[in-house]
């Protein structure tokens, strides 16, 4: 029987952030682009049942339908397939942002015991045929340990792929040599408002959606001393020279203080709106796709408002919040980028997106479609 016509078994687990709409819409486009190639079967134990629903997983795709865990039921089906040419069992890791965290002495301890054992059901996995698969992932940095489990985790995996080429080549520096470049599945996600971007009318309001630091462990004050001056200006740019109202929004729970800090600090320069209710899957579309721009630090705020028709703009500090720079560089749209660590262009960086905003929506659309070309066209070689 030829490979292509085999069934395919995609194992998955679903337990993620709940908290962040961006985790939830990657594993949505994930699971959604498996299912064109064979049939899931998820992890949802102790996931909330509202995910699950968000997901579309069906009852007869969960693990708990067969009444044993998740690691046994995957042992199960490998070792069945050993002895049958009809099935080909992967499994699929979670997508997403790897990297160490700071440990206690207690807690490393625990670490390395909850890290031999993964590795080892990963080594197990390989040897009876299973095949280990990540897709829409960024790394480090990591510890010396974790850059050891790293390089060892790819030995074990089918398809070792990352997001971007700043990942590839910390990858590369590893010793990883089978590394491939696979896009954020944010690329894959279909709107209804693709076909019309380029006739959408300009837009009266921007967007301001916005985290408390380059990442979880920084300190949000130094962050508030870098990042609020050039939002005063863009302020300045936006609501008073371009007479736009100004809406904050949130995709991310723990976000909810600091947009809210954002609102209160500019409420009497301009038009401010504050959405208190967190952006949902539903909402996300009817708010950025009638957005003028919408400006951010986190990446898939920009990368769901682009993929609504939106311009996004990366307000970041290029050399830590480097997950999106070099996302935002592979896909040649670094003019829509600030750098909150050089504000003195600030005004014309915003005058030339302005003037060219037509330009850069083609540019957009043409990284999108390039983009998912290769994702689908990856997606067909590791499947057949």
Known sequence: MENSQRKKIFFFTAQTQYENLGDLMIIKILLDNLRKYGTMIINEQGVPEWFCQELDIKDDEKVSKYGTKFNNLMLVFALKALFSSNNEIYYILTPGHRFSIPLTNIGYLRYLIETIKQMTTLALFKIIGVRICRFGVSIGPFSKLDQLVERWKSKFMYFYSVRDTKSEDYATKLGINKVEI???????????????????????????????????????????NSLFPVL????????????????????????YEFCKDISNRYKDDCNVIFIEEKINTQSMYDLYSRAYMIFSNRLHVLMFAMLCGSIPVAVVDTLKHDKITSIFSDAGLMRIVIDISNEAHISEILNEIDTDINVIRKDIDLCIEHNQNSADAILKQVMT
């Open 182 to 224: 696979f896009p954020d599945l944010a690329w894959l996600m279909k709107t209804p408002y693709a076909s019309n971007k380029l006739a959408k009318l300009h837009d009266e309001y921007v967007i301001f959606s916005f985290r408390n630091s380059t990442n979880p462990l920084g300190d949000p004050d130094i962050y508030k």
């Open 232 to 255: 005063d200006k863009i302020v300045s740019m936006v609501g008073k020279k371009w007479q736009k109202k100004l809406l904050i929004s949130y995709q991310v729970d723990l976000d």
